[in-house]
């Protein structure tokens, strides 16, 4: 079958898929998209997660032919979705029609090809970073996605709504300590930035 | 594989009239998984995430009607009053991400014992919405579940909305895993007092082939209760009326061993959540009643 | 160039900006949260294919007929092959046996095995092929344990064994077998005041590394074949695959992908091979991603053991002697056992003097999945059991059991039972000091001003009490871990260093072979570089089989190996450039062959600060390269009689202390805080020390509380292969984690470093456990611990 969709303000469309394949097959295999990670295709890990019309899913569990025509922002759109937010004044939902809109056709920033050096981050993918939530970062991507969904309607956690609102996201390397010094950093960040 | 996308209930029901093994997919968190690991190739697949109505709820007199795809984070976040055991059970399934996609209907359509929404639907009180061509019908909670895995559905039918009593009185649910977050319930329990009948209603998950009451517990107590007056005179329980009371629930158990937990310690943390969620709901209805008292 | 065991100094480079000491952040950091670093799992080719595994449904059994043809004749289905497909006279393989068929012959032995393998032009074309391929099993009876592998009559796992431990083990269905006797166990036990005895099992834990098994084979036009995948040891997997190919090793080609995490099990091969064998048989590229599920069944696990220990001590607390025998069950094949039996006889008493002990280890054949590699092996089993016993004779013996643990600890100058003096630091005691020394969490942290929050509670969201039933427990542990490979064994890596002038700047281009699994190596190899060079600008050069061998990512080792091979490669590097620059400009300054000349800040300066050229223009028109091996300092086999032998080049010690609440009604547990203090060496990367100190101790945690795979010893099937069931903690199961970190540096390392990985993995589960006794007042003497066992409903 045939499926349109948005993904990260660009309109795509994949061919001949089969109508049992995921959302999260058709990003990686079929459009170029393998950020978000295949961990275990069963919504235990949340490695896989995107946001489906600003919701956070784990794409795994999306049955393709379900994303028919609806708005899929993964990681590699993080930036410019954090970036349209900022602009235009922290839109909550993610669901604001105009902002989407504004990405597409936005062609990617120009980086260095080996280490992403002058590459535009999110605020929470910098603060990934800095805090060194970052070891074997598989899981990164889905932590990403669920961490710059819950900073957008709570700007300021308390250490506990930062452990429930990422307790769909496994991670084996860190022990989550890292990750939750990122969420903090980037949370205050936020704050400084207000 | 065929995927049929209904863009109304009338033409899910066609659809689902036409192919009676078509799976319904909503939320998608238990279909994906079989499909994903290769346990299920229905021949067709019934997408219902562009059937508006199954998201809504709506309140009636006694109750509230919520359409089945409702996501559990729209229970948690919207029905905490109306339905607070069925907004804690929703807070204690799998993940964020999965609750954000996942409904009671999916629930009810696995009818897995080891549903979340159960307990507290069977405690609470409820009716299934089920409907097909041939018209509307609504199905007793008690009446749903009717083997393992196995439900009260015809095979043309869909489940539109569960009709939940609004609460009369405190509710509590309980959950227990081996993991404090994200974790299939190794048994489950839902309490609910109904003041207004002067009765209780159970639930337990997990620990019997369906979810079941505690019919001889509720009994008990609703004995128990009514003998000493405590409706009335809001009395703290007797750690014996207790004690019976948590007795019974885990003697309603028909659990087995398996690779989550076993048999006999399904029975025991029964037992012991009964024992808390009366605690607990008891607590609350004479808090409640104090209030009460106070301002008359 | 140093010689090995030579005092290493830090002669060189400390100021430059983002060299050793500082938290430099990693090189692949922005990639990963991008979504744009290429894991194995994300390669992508035109027009490529996709393999599928065919794996055994039964644990034991003759295979009387394999029929592939409906499978073969199914659309879309390139290829399908079996036993009888492979192209060379080697059909085996393995880490250091080579009893692991590529596809089933004629037997399977565990539960998923791979029998036959397609290739198709959709994952689900291949997944409905390999369901159509008929194989019919005759079942045999399983081996499942040491009983029933030893019996008289029991069936042999691998008939005809003629491996280099067939020799002296005392059944065929023993892989290897290691005493350690030294002084006089029984006559030791005499003097003893008090005797505790313990029978402890651990339970088998999953890598659950969350990158499945994964890559792309693509045909090349000589015939060979490149492999993309992720692996810890690419030149391990090369001498494994390319004999079975039927290719020399320099037409199998091979290059790191982004490893999605490790822990050990991506030490054997997975689906390397068949990949590799598909490939070469359609022509195509085809790719092979493990769902969740195969994932279970596509590497091994940690050992899970049974653990037999006698503890004598005098009144005043000293330790007279240990007996211990540890059986450790391999599964159906051999891959690590061999030196997991090793480390675990030669660390089974921990960091502990005594002077006479009978030490037995042995690790099993038996159907039951295959184990091997996990972070800390042998010693993580051997932790749990020797930290039981310390806690269960502390009681015994009415002490604190700190302080025994203290008066008993190791330090530097202790003979280990192997007979090899501790060389290095041992702060055994001061660590344990350091952990008990820190602020205890406050109590009823759950009590909010709402009330309880259950998030902090046992049971955590399930809502399971709000206070009742809940007890603190504390816990203590501290345990021991080699570090590298042992027993004689070459174990070195190879650097190639590459200095030149780019865009007017000095460049160091490091090439490693080494497999970067997350834990930072690549940080660490540019702040060695920039350190040792004087430069800013490092390149890491991607990993492949272009460069020698870095050994294996494991056993904690490649800071210190591939670290200490950049470290003596950039030494070499640096020596040219001077040579280059006496040659150069000798003649103006004195310097030049006087004072001792050091890189720094891209200029060659003198011990004095002097500067006395720019490295740019020194290096105009040339570069330096270098590629050279580095090796630790030998080591030697453990004597199979006794057990005596300079068997370990280091060791690494971590102590932690476990807090821990425990709804004792309902058995469920909450760590609260899990503080540990581990001895480093030297930090050269602070920040990812910390990680890996807390990413261990998680790992320990969840082998405590949740992680087990679970057999059914009926049939030996794996019950529980998925995320749904094997479970690992998640945030809300992970407590804080406060480290101290120590500095004691071993001279015979590079930079007085110490191997870090694994200890905090050891310590870990026995502390939590020692914290949940202390709650319960129960014995518990396995590990996991799950409800039914604090709940007497086992």
């Known amino acids: 079958m045939r499926v349109n969709f948005t993904v990260n303000g660009r309109r795509q469309e994949a061919d001949d898929v089969w109508e049992g394949e995921s959302l999260l097959y058709v990003l990686r295999e079929r459009l170029g998209l393998p950020g978000s990670k295949n961990a275990c295709e069963q919504g235990e890990c949340g490695s896989c997660t995107v946001r489906l019309d600003g919701v956070p899913v784990c794409a795994c569990l999306v049955a393709a032919g379900q994303a028919e025509g609806r708005e899929v922002v993964t990681v590699e759109g993080l930036a410019d979705y954090a970036r349209q937010r900022a602009e235009h004044g922290g839109c909550a939902t993610g669901s604001c029609g105009t902002f989407l809109q504004d990405t597409r056709g936005r062609a990617a920033q120009g980086q260095d090809s080996q280490t992403g050096e002058g590459t535009e981050l999110a605020p929470i993918q910098q603060a990934f970073i800095d805090a060194g939530a970052v070891q074997c970062g598989f899981c990164t991507p889905g932590l990403l996605v669920a961490a710059d969904e819950m900073l957008e309607h709570n700007p300021n956690p308390t250490d506990a709504d930062i452990r429930e609102a990422l307790s769909g996201n496994l991670c084996r390397c860190t022990g989550y300590e890292k990750i939750m010094d990122a969420v903090r950093l980037a949370a205050a960040r936020q704050g400084e930035a207000v | ?296 | ?794």
């Open chain 2, 1 to 296: 594989m065929d995927f049929l996308r209904p863009a109304s209930w009338e033409e899910a029901l066609a659809a689902k009239a036409e192919h009676p093994t078509a799976v319904p997919i909503a939320g998608g968190t238990d279909v994906m998984v079989e499909i994903n690991f290769d346990h299920r190739r229905p021949g067709h697949l019934l997408d219902l995430t562009r059937v508006g109505d199954l998201y809504e709820w709506e309140a009636a007199e006694d109750s509230v009607r919520v359409g089945a795809s409702v996501p559990y984070t729209r229970i948690m976040e919207n029905l905490r009053a109306e339905l607070p055991g069925l907004a804690l059970a929703s807070h204690t399934v799998a993940s964020p991400q999965i609750r954000n996609r996942g409904g009671v209907g999916g629930n009810l359509g696995t009818a897995s014992p080891a549903g979340d929404a159960h307990p507290a639907l069977l405690a609470a009180g409820a009716e299934v919405e089920a409907e097909s061509v041939r018209g509307s019908r609504r199905i007793p909670i008690d009446e749903f579940y009717t083997g393992v895995k196995r439900n009260a559905l015809a095979p043309d039918e869909l489940i539109r909305a569960v009709h939940v009593k609004k609460a009369d009185g405190p509710q509590q649910y309980s959950k227990v895993g081996t993991r404090n977050a994200m974790v299939i319930a190794v048994c489950a329990f839902g309490l609910a007092l109904h003041p207004r009948t002067r009765t209780v209603r159970t639930g337990i998950g997990s620990a019997a082939p369906t979810p079941i009451r505690a019919k001889a517990a509720e009994e008990f107590l609703n004995a128990a209760l009514e003998e000493g007056g405590f409706w009335d005179n809001g009395k703290i329980i007797t750690p014996s009326v207790a004690q019976r009371f948590a007795q019974l629930c885990s003697g309603a158990c028909n659990p087995i061993d398996d690779v989550r937990g076993t048999a006999s310690y399904r029975r025991h943390a029964v037992g012991v959540m009964a024992r808390r969620t009366l605690t607990w709901t008891w607590e609350s209805y004479r808090g409640a009643r104090r209030l009460t008292e106070g301002a008359a």
């Open chain 3, 1 to 794: 160039m140093p010689t090995n065991g030579a005092p290493t100094k830090i002669t060189q480079g400390s100021r430059t900006k983002g060299g050793i000491g500082e938290s430099t952040l990693r090189p692949d950091g922005t990639l990963k949260v991008t979504g744009e670093f290429a894991y194995s799992s994300d390669m992508w080719h035109e027009d490529m294919l996709w393999g599928q595994i065919l794996r055994s449904t039964v644990a034991h059994a003759e295979i009387v007929s394999i029929d592939t043809s409906e499978a073969l004749a199914t659309a879309g289905v390139y290829a399908v092959m079996t036993y009888d497909d492979l192209p060379t006279e080697v059909k085996n393989y393995g880490l250091e046996i080579q009893d692991t068929p590529v596809l089933a012959h004629g037997k399977v032995r565990h539960h998923g095995e791979p029998v036959a393998i397609v290739a198709a032009d959709h994952p689900e074309t291949a997944r409905r092929a390999a369901a159509k391929i008929k194989v019919d099993y005759r079942e045999l009876p399983v081996i499942t344990d040491e009983a029933s592998a030893t019996a008289p009559d029991a069936i042999l796992v691998h008939e005809g064994r003629d491996d280099h431990h067939s020799g002296h083990v005392p059944h065929p269905n023993i892989v290897h077998r290691q005493p350690i006797v030294r002084g006089d166990a029984s006559r030791a036990a005499g003097r003893a005041d008090v005797i505790v005895r313990g029978e402890y099992t651990f339970g088998m834990q999953d890598q659950a590394f969350l990158g499945p098994e994964s890559g792309l084979a693509v045909p090349d036009e000589d015939g060979g074949v490149h492999l993309y995948v992720a692996t810890q040891w690419l030149h391990s997997d090369l001498r494994q695959i390319a004999p079975v190919l039927g290719l020399p090793e320099s037409k199998v080609r091979m290059t790191l992908s982004g490893v999605g995490g490790a822990f050990g099990g991506r030490e054997d091969l997975s689906m390397q091979i068949h990949a590799c064998l598909l490939a070469l048989r359609t022509g195509k590229p085809v790719k092979i991603v493990y769902n969740r599920f195969e994932s279970f069944f596509g590497h091994v696990h940690r050992h899970p053991a049974k653990l037999y220990y006698e503890h004598g001590a005098t009144r005043d607390g000293r330790l007279t002697h240990v007996r211990c025998r540890i059986v450790l069950d391999g599964g159906a094949y051999a891959s690590a056992s061999p030196a997991v039996v090793g480390n675990a006889s030669s660390l089974s008493i921990g960091p502990y003097v005594v002077e006479d002990v009978d030490i037995e280890a042995v690790a099993l054949y038996t159907n039951n999945p295959p184990c091997g590699a996990m972070r800390g092996f042998g010693a993580v089993q051997a932790c749990f059991a020797y930290e039981a016993q310390m806690d269960k004779l502390a009681a015994e013996l009415d002490m604190d059991p700190v302080a025994l643990r203290q008066l008993n600890a190791m330090e530097q100058g202790t003979i280990m039972p192997t007979g090899q003096p501790v060389d290095s630091p041992a702060p055994v005691a001061e660590l344990l000091r350091r952990v008990k020394a820190m602020a205890l969490p406050p109590e009823r942290q759950w009590e909010s001003s709402e009330g309880a929050d259950v998030r902090q509670l046992p049971g955590g969201l399930s809502n399971t009490t709000h206070g009742e039933g809940v007890v603190r427990g504390i816990g203590y542990a501290v345990g021991i871990k080699n570090v590298g490979f042992s027993e004689g064994f070459d174990d070195y890596s190879t650097a190639k260093v590459r200095m030149e002038v780019v865009g007017g700047e000095p460049v160091a281009t490091v090439h490693t072979a080494m497999a970067e699994v997350g834990q930072g190596g690549v940080t660490v190899h540019a702040q060695i570089a920039r350190s040792e060079l004087g430069v800013t600008q490092v390149t890491i050069h991607p990993a492949d089989t272009q460069v020698g061998s870095a050994g294996s990512t494991s056993a904690s080792r490649q800071t210190y190996v591939t670290g200490g091979a950049v470290k003596n490669s950039c030494e070499l590097v640096r020596e040219k450039v001077l040579e280059i620059g006496r040659r150069k400009y000798g003649s103006y300054h004195p310097a030049w062959a006087t004072a001792e000349l050091l890189l720094e800040g891209g200029k060659v300066v003198t011990d004095g600060g002097e500067v006395l050229t720019d490295l740019a223009d020194l290096l105009e028109g040339e570069s330096v390269e270098v590629e050279a091996e580095w090796r630790h300092r030998p080591t030697e086999p453990f004597d199979l009689r006794t057990g005596q032998g300079n068997g370990h080049v280091q060791y690494s010690f971590a102590a932690h202390r476990a807090v821990v609440e425990v709804d004792t009604e309902l058995g469920l547990v909450k760590v609260i805080e899990l503080a540990c203090a581990q001895d480093v060496g030297k930090a050269l990367n602070p920040l990812s020390v910390i990680g890996q100190i807390q990413g261990g101790t998680t790992q320990g945690l969840g082998v405590a509380v949740m992680e087990e795979i679970v057999v059914d010893p009926k049939t030996a099937k794996v019950r529980n292969p998925s995320f749904t069931d094997y479970l690992i903690p998640t945030i809300l199961d992970t407590p804080t984690i406060p480290v101290d970190v120590l500095e004691l540096a071993d001279d015979h390392a590079p930079y007085g470093l110490r191997g870090i990985g694994e200890a905090p993995t050891l310590s870990s589960t026995p502390a939590v456990l020692a914290a949940i006794r202390n709650a319960t007042g129960l014995a518990l003497d396995r590990t996991p611990v799950r409800p039914e066992h604090l709940t007497g409903t086992a």
